[in-house]
């Protein structure tokens, strides 16, 4: 069946340092893509998405492009702040309509700590 | 505009007991999904209702139900709980677009179920 796969954390960075997690997927047909943020304590967050191949999702200066080639699609940031201290999840959509829409696939998440 | 919103927020249960957990979706969101996160893991796909409808189910026994009530909001009921059911059930709303997999669902901060 479908999966995501992601980078295990935590992953640990210092102000302004360059932020990459990998994320690689397996899917049939042609999937979106999509980047959750979970910051401590709220509900899980939408960040960023991508609904074809080449496409790039860009939110808070995070961007991830859908690269059907390696079937990944890796976040990155090129300066990271502590308020970005989350935890991030990839995610797809099998993209068939309606019905499935709601069912998200999730990786098991990366947790990000930002030291200043 | 209020967000998702899910009750209750934490709860504690012992075992064969049975449990119902509440969802309201954003104001003229028609689809509500739940999920089931487990510590340390990405959240897993449970149901999904559009127009009172199923119109989705994971990979979890018939112990799981829900519902979805004329004005959206949904239930989601756990019987014979087992020590395994601990965990964070997250409700999510969206609006169906008219190309599949494109929309945002939105989360709730969920319902923390221990079971003892």
């Known amino acids: 069946g479908d999966s995501v796969t992601q980078m295990e954390g935590p992953v640990t960075l210092s102000e302004e340092a360059f932020l990459t997690i990998n994320c690689t997927y397996t899917a049939t047909g042609y999937p979106s893509l999509f980047w959750y943020v979970q910051y401590p304590g709220e509900g899980l967050q939408l960040l960023l998405k991508a609904t074809k191949a080449d496409d790039k999702g860009s939110n808070k200066g995070f961007e991830a492009t859908y690269r059907k080639e390696t079937t990944s699609f890796h976040l990155e940031k090129g300066s990271v702040q502590v308020s970005d201290s989350a935890v991030y999840f990839c995610a797809l959509s099998e993209g068939n309509y309606g019905g499935s829409q709601g069912n998200l696939i999730f990786g098991k998440g990366t947790k990000l700590s930002v030291k200043p | 505009d209020a967000g998702v919103t899910q009750s209750p927020t934490h709860l504690i249960k012992t075992r064969g007991q049975h449990v119902t957990l509440r969802c309201s979706p954003i104001?003229?969101?028609?689809?509500v999904s739940w999920y089931q996160q487990v510590l340390g893991q990405g959240p897993q796909f449970i149901f999904q209702?559009?127009?009172?409808?199923?119109?989705g189910r994971g990979n979890f026994p018939d112990r799981f139900s829900a519902r979805q009530f004329p004005n959206y909001s949904s239930e989601l009921n756990v019987n014979a709980l087992l020590l395994g059911d601990s965990a964070l059930y997250l409700c999510?709303?969206?609006?169906?677009?008219?190309?599949?997999?494109?929309?945002?669902?939105?989360f709730g901060e969920g319902s923390r179920l221990t079971v003892l």
């Open positions: 209702y559009y127009e009172k409808e199923e119109r």
């Open positions: 999510a709303s969206s609006l169906l677009s008219g190309r599949a997999g494109t929309g945002e669902l939105f």
């Open positions: 104001s003229g969101h028609k689809s």
